[in-house]
């Protein structure tokens, strides 16, 4: 993942490696999870954060996963704020 992240912040690359990036939180075991997403959400471009946070949502299994739960919706807070968290993170 942080191979992907890193390809993603070069406009070169972004169109190719965004979905993939996508593609691999949507598919992260439980406990790789929330690290995924977390390095997912400070490249993706406005567009895909709702993506994003579709896929977080839809990760039903984070129900018995407290601790998990906790970082995936402070992501998702970040997520829906203004862009500019990223900066600040």
């Known amino acids: 993942m942080p191979l992907l992240a890193g390809l993603a912040t070069h406009?070169?690359?972004?169109?190719?490696?965004?979905p993939e990036m996508l593609r691999h939180v949507e598919q992260?075991?439980?406990?790789q999870?929330?690290?995924?997403?977390e390095r997912a959400a400070p490249v993706l471009r406005p567009g895909d954060r709702?993506?994003?946070?579709?896929?977080?949502?839809?990760?039903?299994?984070?129900?018995?996963?407290p601790a998990k739960r906790k970082r995936m919706?402070?992501?998702?807070?970040?997520?829906?704020?203004?862009?500019?968290?990223?900066?600040?993170?």
């Not at 992260?28 to 406990?31: D, F, G, P, V, W």
């Not at 579709?54 to 039903?60: F, L, P, T």
């Open 11 to 18: 406009r070169r690359f972004d169109r190719g490696v965004l």
């Open 33 to 37: 999870l929330p690290t995924c997403a």
């Open 73 to 89: 919706d402070m992501l998702l807070r970040k997520l829906s704020a203004p862009y500019d968290w990223i900066a600040n993170s």
């Open 50 to 65: 709702a993506s994003l946070a579709q896929i977080i949502d839809a990760r039903i299994e984070l129900e018995g996963h």
């Open 28 to 31: 992260a075991r439980i406990n």
